[in-house]
């Protein structure tokens, strides 16, 4: 059974950083693309970045291209998501995920995904 669990979410002010991880376990994440996801309240939920299973290729949404970078450690098992420059428009709850689709960090559509974690609040104020 695979699970993820994300962490370091938290409250910030804008321009401040956060640093989010995502642990899993029952498999190891050396054969898996992860990504990461958002969901604001009242709104869809949508990409914010991947990486590839050797953490050669990453992709971002256009909107945090620039101030947030994902990186993965295979022997940790976690991936990571270093959220710099905070926005108020930032504020959601980010989810981690993986997938073993080949598609899903150049094609990043969450049906690409196979597990999730529960989430991880971020919310920045002005």
């Known amino acids: 059974q695979v699970q993820l669990v994300e962490s370091g979410g938290g409250s910030a002010q804008a321009g401040d950083s956060l640093r989010l991880s995502c642990t899993v376990s029952g498999r190891s994440i050396s054969r898996f693309n992860m990504g990461w996801f958002r969901q604001a309240p009242g709104k869809e939920r949508e990409f914010v970045a991947a990486i590839n299973w050797t953490g050669g290729a990453t992709n971002y949404a256009d909107s945090v291209k620039g101030r947030f970078t994902m990186t993965r450690d295979n022997a940790k098992n976690t991936v990571y998501l270093q959220l710099d420059n905070l926005k108020p428009e930032d504020t959601a709850v980010y989810s981690c995920?993986?997938?073993?689709?080949?598609?899903?960090?150049?094609?990043?559509?969450?049906?690409?995904?196979?597990?999730w974690g529960q989430g991880t609040q971020v919310t920045v104020s002005s």
């Open positions: 995920t993986a997938t073993t689709d080949p598609m899903s960090v150049t094609s990043p559509g969450h049906a690409r995904y196979d597990y």
